[in-house]
């Protein structure tokens, strides 16, 4: 069993920066690999970014790549999520999930286990 708490989320003006962070508990942590997922108001949840096990495979949606980074410590139980030149579209709550599966971390239904969310506010 995996809980998983993200932090991070706020108000920014668009072309800010946020860091999301995500706690897991448990001692496997550096068995899963991680993702963001994220949902806009009156749309599916999308996906946003993943990283493998040990943190040598990292996968973005083309919507943010280049201004999103993923990264994670396995040391601390964390998965982050670091969010540059944010646009009012990347409004949304954003979701942490955990999968031992390590392929196909692009869809929703490989994640075994998500947190609760946190807000991220683009103001325009």
């Known amino acids: 069993q995996v809980q998983l708490l993200e932090s991070g989320g706020g108000l920014v003006q668009a072309g800010g920066s946020l860091r999301l962070s995500c706690a897991a508990s448990?001692?496997?942590?550096?068995?899963?690999?991680m993702g963001w997922f994220r949902q806009a108001a009156g749309k599916e949840r999308e996906f946003v970014a993943a990283?493998?096990?040990?943190?040598?495979?990292?996968y973005y949606a083309d919507s943010v790549k280049g201004r999103f980074s993923i990264s994670r410590d396995n040391a601390k139980n964390t998965v982050y999520l670091q969010m540059n030149s944010l646009k009012p579209e990347d409004t949304a709550v954003y979701y942490c999930?955990?999968?031992?599966?390590?392929?196909?971390?692009?869809?929703?239904?490989?994640?075994?286990?998500w947190g609760q969310g946190t807000q991220v506010t683009v103001s325009s």
């Open positions: 448990g001692r496997t942590f550096s068995s899963y690999a």
């Open positions: 999930a955990a999968t031992r599966v390590q392929y196909g971390l692009e869809y929703r239904g490989k994640y075994d286990y």
């Open positions: 990283i493998r096990w040990n943190g040598v495979g990292t």
